[in-house]
């Protein structure tokens, strides 16, 4: 439904001409109150917020707004939130952020502003997103970095951690557009590649096109290749030899300190100086299995337990995860007692333990 009846003074009219709003919403323009009580928790690479909704009856959403520390660059960066939490994982690690919420009803009016909260993403060295193909595409830490595919999920048997993994077969994984926004990294994941006689497909692919982009292809040809480029030359490290096919590997790449290697079950097979950085490029464009270049083939083959950490992992720390692939410790707690609730990670009570992290008596539990 259109009205455009709700400009009710010069002013209003001046902004506002038209509003879409639901057929069966009454034609009124009384914003709701502002939410109250906001609160700004701070992660290595995202911030959650949670808030209080006001007590008018008919609020229908949530928009979120941010702006820098100082007050200034204030934008909206979520709309249609329909809980009292959201996460923002849009955010640069160590940049100091302003928050506001507003209330809009079902009429399409919008609340004043929240107060504010502040919020500095630490950076602190982390697993900033986690990925492990138990039938879904949701990252399993606090972050909430969930990735989507270009086409139905298929789960299969034949994996390497938990119970499942995804096959990509023409097919790949969409990232969050900040997950490669980072000085350091390292892109971590169990891969078993099957269209092993294609050259320059990508295990992954971070960048903004084709002038800026980091990625690793198992095969150029003769070598695996991972090359890093900001609109001028590419800076390349070259592995001895090329993936082997049809079989599990756990492959990683390590950025930072100005070098890059890249590292196939637990030991590199290449490294070599580097200047840029991954913050350097800031891609949007992040994909698994996807090249920036169209000519290029997809990946074709099974990923696993996908990870990425905001700094690089030692040889120790890589041989670590794929001996302990859950990456959680045991937990002490009353966690088996029969009636306590179950959470998810978003706060919401379910009814039985999911695959991933969860909940219970206050205690994260991995299933």
């Given at each position: ?5 709700l ?19 009454p ?6 109150a ?9 992660h ?60 809009v ?9 929240s107060g ?9 060295r982390?697993?900033v ?34 119970d ?7 097919a ?11 000085d ?11 269209n ?18 980091m ?10 290749r ?39 079950d ?39 337990d ?8 030692t ?31 978003q ?21």
């Amino acid at each position: 439904f259109v009205q455009k009846t709700l400009a009710s003074s010069a002013v209003d009219r001046k902004l506002q001409m038209w509003r879409f709003i639901p057929a069966d919403a009454p034609v009124e323009n009384v914003a709701p109150a502002a939410p109250t009580a906001l609160t700004a928790t701070a992660h290595a690479a995202s911030v959650s917020l949670t808030w209080t909704a006001p007590t008018d009856n008919d609020v229908a959403s949530y928009l979120i707004v941010r702006g820098d520390a100082d007050g200034t660059h204030w934008s909206t960066i979520a709309r249609g939130i329909t809980g009292t939490s959201f996460t923002d994982n849009t955010c640069r690690q160590g940049h100091a952020y302003l928050y506001k919420v507003k209330a809009v009803d079902r009429s399409a009016n919008v609340s004043e502003a929240s107060g504010p909260a502040q919020a500095t993403p630490t950076g602190d060295r982390a697993l900033v997103a986690s990925w492990q193909m138990e039938g879904s595409l949701l990252d399993e830490t606090a972050n909430l970095m969930d990735v989507a595919c270009s086409a139905t999920p298929r789960y299969v048997t034949d994996h390497q951690v938990g119970d499942s993994a995804l096959r990509l077969s023409n097919a790949y994984l969409r990232l969050p557009y900040a997950v490669g926004d980072m000085d350091e990294m390292t892109i971590a994941m169990w891969v078993k590649w099957t269209n092993s006689g294609s050259n320059w497909t990508r295990l992954f692919d971070f960048g903004n096109g084709t002038q800026q982009y980091m990625f690793l292809t198992p095969s150029n040809g003769s070598t695996m290749r991972f090359a890093i480029k900001n609109g001028g030359d590419e800076q390349i490290v070259d592995a001895s030899s090329k993936l082997q096919g049809s079989k599990w590997h756990h492959v990683a790449v390590t950025l930072g300190a100005g070098s890059a290697t890249i590292w196939v079950d637990g030991q590199a097979v290449g490294s070599s100086s580097i200047s840029i950085k991954p913050s350097d490029i800031r891609p949007v464009l992040n994909y698994i299995g996807r090249s920036q270049f169209v000519a290029d083939p997809l990946f074709n083959g099974i990923i696993d337990d996908v990870r990425i950490y905001n700094y690089p992992l030692t040889a120790e720390e890589l041989q670590g995860i794929i001996g302990n692939p859950t990456a959680v410790s045991p937990i002490e707690g009353n966690h088996k007692a029969p009636d306590a609730p179950i959470y998810d990670l978003q706060g919401r009570r379910v009814s039985q333990p999911q695959h991933g992290i969860f909940i219970k008596n206050g205690q994260k539990i991995a299933r």
